[in-house]
């Protein structure tokens, strides 16, 4: 009669293990597509804000006195990079505020030929974070929102191997 008992308590604890952790498996991946669903949507808005095209254009407002166009440009760039999250893309985001900051100092203090220096400092680190973005985009673009969480935030998936390579490169 005990090892009856024994043998249906450990069943009993057997089948209540097994599903915990379908609960805690569909937890997981819930929780992994909704950080995916993130990563893409923080990655759309990036790409359509850090054209190099839009800041040539708010740059060619601020040659001619057009502070406020530098300005929004200047806080919307702030904002994305402290509040948007992709894995070691944050990286390059972090390198573009210094040259933006001096550019802003520069512009204060009429300092052309400097604003003109850290203007091609910024473009060029904008070219490579839309290089790095572009890359993103070519190789997640349609994938699942699973997908896009785990090439993001597993350290070794290709993904991150090139990320990782274009930024010791650059950098």
Do not use: C
Request: glycine content about 2%; hydrophobic content about 40%.
């Amino acid at each position: 009669m005990k090892k009856n008992l024994i043998s249906i308590i450990v069943i009993i604890l057997l089948v209540s293990s097994l599903g915990l952790n379908y609960h805690f498996f569909n937890e997981t991946s819930s929780l992994k597509n909704m950080i995916g669903l993130k990563y893409r949507l923080n990655h759309e808005e990036v790409m359509w804000n850090f054209e190099v095209e839009v800041f040539d254009h708010v740059l060619k407002q601020l040659r001619q006195g057009d502070e406020v166009q530098f300005a929004r440009y200047y806080v919307k760039v702030s904002s994305l990079v402290a509040s948007h999250r992709l894995g070691n893309v944050d990286n390059f985001y972090m390198m573009l505020l210094p040259p933006l900051n001096e550019i802003s100092i520069n512009y204060a203090e009429d300092d052309m030929d400097a604003l003109e220096k850290n203007a091609d400092i910024y473009r060029e680190r904008l070219i490579l974070t839309n290089d790095v973005l572009a890359k993103l985009e070519e190789t997640l673009g349609e994938a699942s929102n699973k997908e896009w969480y785990n090439q993001l935030s597993n350290i070794n998936s290709e993904l991150n191997s090139y990320i990782s390579e274009r930024w010791s490169q650059a950098f």
